[in-house]
């Protein structure tokens, strides 16, 4: 080999290892980049619906925010700071499911956490599940479900059928309407200024406040085990009164007839049980606890 | 066919007859023989406990309780009485974990639970004379004695849902289970103490369907990740 051969050689051996190199530069920084958690990524992702469409999220932990707008649209967004969790969407007519997750390798709660936005029309079905982290609700009028472990729920502004079941998350609704049922375990459930014209709560060690107005043929049914019950009245509702507690106490503020409708109640021979009439008894209101105290409350 | 294809088609099918692949593998397949007879017990037991309406069988748990025991879902110590442990396949618990028999398990336990309450309720639908209130704390404490030894002594500690990676969910499952139990002990000793006070007897069979959706829920996080 002659001294240009060799050196023209030489310089095309190193301009393809050049290339090799540049290659596996490159294939070494996409495997990198493929394997970088997407910290925090936002994505969104944008469903037109008709008219009260049905919304499923499933999510095993983090943050759930529902509010509606008037638009005929479903936008979800949502962030999972690790960047493993992987989130499927679905629509199918009027119908949107969103699920987040974790990868097969089975991941801490931390890793799997995706915090979801959902902004839906004003009426919507909606149908949540979720283990761990806050669940709110704004402004959604249309049935709802929602099965929790130990998160929170927070409704605020809605109207509908309302089903929560939950182990040991609490329940606060704002200004809620229509029918409610919650069922816990240890969770704490507190209805403010609600418009319910049914409710049935139970908790076994969680307490329960109920503080708004009766409907006029409201049915209100609120059991526990051993928390507080506790209801605030105001002098102009009306409604017929069963309150018992086995082993707690019953404490009244309020001055009720005799209840004059349907059967007669005889004193229990066990615990302690009030029963009474306040104005004309239009609605039904059912206390009951097993060593829990039960307040009946003037409202200020 | 293999084994998973077989387990679909097991899953699906809505009368007795397998086509002839699923029981040509079965010929050939003893994990799918076991999953096959365990399916069909578990079914013939809900069919069986609707049928007979009130009381499941005492077979229905007792071969529910081999089972349990044979997966070690059960802690055989606290048994009052030493039961036949009838043995199944290793696998067993891959047939628990199948959302339809995990139904027909939950469905047998809630019907139970169902049933109890009925009875209990029956006083207050109907007059009630002095025979009529003994016939029934006769029938009940049995209903109580089915959940106390084939339900109630399901372990905490092996909760299938307790496996989990998610602390605070298994945290939370395990500490309401013994809120739980602990209000299962003082319904119970109430009902002792009266045996004719409706409201213990009342909360003590609520107590009993917490404890059994409880342990639902746990199974359900567990075979589906939490996430289904």
């Known amino acids: 080999m002659s001294a ?33 958690p997407a910290h925090a990524e ?81 009426e919507s079905e909606l149908n949540v599940r979720t283990d761990s982290g806050n669940v709110t609700v704004d402004s959604v009028h ?44 240890s969770g704490n459930v507190q209805m403010i200024q609600p418009s319910l014209d049914s409710l049935r709560v139970q908790t076994s060690s969680g307490n329960i406040l109920f503080d708004g107005s009766f409907s006029s043929r409201g049915i209100y049914i609120m059991k526990n085990f051993s928390g507080t019950i506790e209801v605030h009245f105001s002098s ?30 005889p004193a229990s021979k066990w615990g302690h049980g009030f029963f009474g009439t306040m104005n004309e008894g239009h609605a039904k209101v059912e206390l009951s606890s097993f060593s829990g105290t039960i307040k009946i409350l003037k409202r200020d | 066919m293999v084994c998973e294809q077989f387990e679909r088609i097991l899953e699906q099918q809505e009368d007795d007859t ?34 007979e309406g009130i009381a499941p069988p005492e077979r229905v748990w007792v071969s529910l309780r081999g089972q349990l025991e044979a997966e070690g879902l059960i802690d055989v110590s606290v048994q009052a009485t030493p039961q036949p442990v009838y043995r199944s396949a290793p696998g067993w618990w891959t047939v628990f974990q199948r959302p339809a028999v995990a139904g027909a398990f939950l469905g047998i336990v809630l019907a139970a639970a169902s049933a109890v309450t009925y009875l209990s309720n029956v006083p207050q639908t109907a007059v009630q004379s002095q025979a009529a209130l003994q016939q029934e704390t006769s029938y009940v404490p049995s209903a109580d004695s089915v959940f106390k030894e084939e339900v109630l002594t399901v372990g905490n500690d092996s909760i299938p849902g307790l496996q989990r990676q998610d602390t605070a969910v298994t945290d939370s499952i395990r500490r309401n289970l013994q809120i739980v139990d602990n209000f299962i ?7 002792r103490e009266q045996p004719d006070n409706q409201m213990a007897r009342e909360y003590l069979y609520g107590a009993y369907q917490q404890k059994a959706e409880l342990l639902a829920t746990a199974m359900n996080r567990s075979m589906t990740g939490g996430l289904q």
């Open chain 1, 4 to 36: 240009t051969s060799y050196l023209r050689a030489a310089s095309s051996a190193r301009a393809r290892n050049a290339v090799r190199a540049s290659a596996l530069g490159a294939a070494v920084a996409g495997l990198i980049l493929a394997a970088a």
């Open chain 1, 42 to 122: 936002r994505v969104e992702k944008h469903f037109a619906v008709q008219s009260k469409p049905k919304i499923t999220v499933r999510n095993s932990s983090g943050r759930i925010q529902v509010k509606a707008w008037t638009r005929n649209e479903v936008l979800v967004a949502w962030t999972n700071a690790s960047g493993k969790s992987v989130v499927e969407t679905e629509q199918a007519g009027n119908r949107v499911e969103v699920a987040a997750q974790g990868n097969e390798d089975g991941n801490s709660a931390d890793v799997s956490k995706t915090d979801f936005e959902i902004t839906v029309p004003v």
């Open chain 1, 142 to 185: 249309g049935d709802m479900t929602f099965d929790t472990v130990g998160a929170n729920l927070q409704l605020s502004d809605v109207n509908g059928y309302m089903v929560v079941k939950t182990i040991d998350g609490s329940l606060v609704c704002n200004r809620c309407s229509g029918k409610l049922e919650a069922n816990s375990i």
């Open chain 1, 236 to 265: 102009s509702d009306s409604f017929d009164l069963a309150a018992n507690s086995l082993k707690g106490d019953v404490i009244n503020q309020a001055s009720f007839k005799p209840d004059t409708h349907g059967a007669p109640h």
């Open chain 2, 18 to 51: 397998l086509p002839k692949p699923a029981l040509d593998h079965l010929e050939t397949c003893e994990a799918c023989r076991a999953l096959s007879a365990d399916f069909y017990a578990i079914h013939d037991m809900a069919l069986e406990l609707g049928a």
């Open chain 2, 185 to 191: 002990a003082m319904c119970e000793k109430s009902v």
